[in-house]
């Protein structure tokens, strides 16, 4: 059973910066695509950024690049996601999401969250102005 466990949020001021974990237990697939998705409050979820298991290609959506980085620890089976330069905007409740197999796209696998087949529990980040 695959498990997505997240820690790190909390309230940052704008500007500031966090870093997001998450715990993946259960992932012993070869290939798979590992990332966050975030939803804001009366907002559809949104893809945030992801990684590949195969070679480690990332992807970031528009609003967050150049600010955030996606990076993973195999060897403790664990995701991260440095947020720096924190926006009001980047309010919202963030989810660690992974699926089997790599997608051909990762704009598009980022871009519609039902190709999401493990979703963690999420961890909340409030940016205050």
């Known amino acids: 059973e695959v498990q997505l466990v997240e820690s790190g949020g909390g309230l940052v001021q704008a500007g500031g910066s966090l870093r997001l974990s998450c715990s993946a237990s259960?992932?012993?697939?070869?290939?798979?695509?590992i990332g966050w998705f975030r939803q804001a409050p009366g907002k559809e979820r949104e893809g945030v950024s992801c990684?590949?298991?195969?070679?480690?290609?990332?992807y970031y959506a528009d609003s967050v690049k150049g600010r955030f980085t996606i990076s993973s620890d195999s060897a403790n089976s664990t995701l991260y996601l440095q947020m720096n330069n924190l926006k009001p905007e980047d309010t919202a409740v963030y989810y660690c999401?992974?699926?089997?197999?790599?997608?051909?796209?990762?704009?598009?696998?980022?871009?519609?969250?039902?190709?999401?087949?493990?979703w963690g529990q999420g961890t909340q980040v409030t940016v205050s102005s």
């Open positions: 999401a992974s699926s089997l197999g790599i997608p051909s796209d990762l704009r598009l696998y980022l871009g519609n969250d039902r190709w999401v087949d493990y």
């Open positions: 259960g992932l012993t697939f070869d290939d798979y695509v």
């Open positions: 990684i590949t298991s195969s070679d480690g290609s990332t």
